[in-house]
């Protein structure tokens, strides 16, 4: 029912940018709609990274705080990413979690990868 697709990802030198995107299907993005951002960085678990209520509050990671920027388009069903000044260990797969009330749709993600 619920379709959940990021893109964007790829390769990408120390101390680029990438942006990335969260396009959601069978879903209306009202301020029921929360989105989050996660990713799993080779070896580790997965982590959160940012997340947008539907109010437009924005919480970060303190690992990317400062240099990533979440945001939301809720006409297009979208949110997104920005990643500034990435580094090496913001390699990962990066997966967009759309939630709403208690019902949670993940996508397949999306590869970053950041060479040094």
């Known amino acids: 029912q619920v379709e959940v697709v990021e893109s964007g990802g790829g390769l990408v030198q120390t101390g680029g940018s990438l942006k990335l995107s969260c396009v959601a299907s069978?879903?209306?993005?009202?301020?029921?709609?929360?989105v989050f951002w996660h990713r799993r960085r080779p070896g580790k678990l997965r982590e959160s990274v940012a997340y947008i209520g539907g109010d437009d509050a924005a919480n970060y990671a303190g690992a990317v705080r400062g240099r990533f920027t979440i945001s939301r388009d809720n006409s297009n069903n979208a949110a997104y990413l920005q990643m500034n000044n990435l580094k090496p260990e913001d390699t990962a797969v990066y997966y967009c979690?759309?939630?709403?009330?208690?019902?949670?749709?993940w996508g397949q993600g999306t590869q970053v990868t950041v060479s040094s």
């Open positions: 069978g879903i209306i993005f009202n301020e029921e709609v929360s």
């Open positions: 979690k759309v939630t709403k009330a208690y019902d949670v749709y």
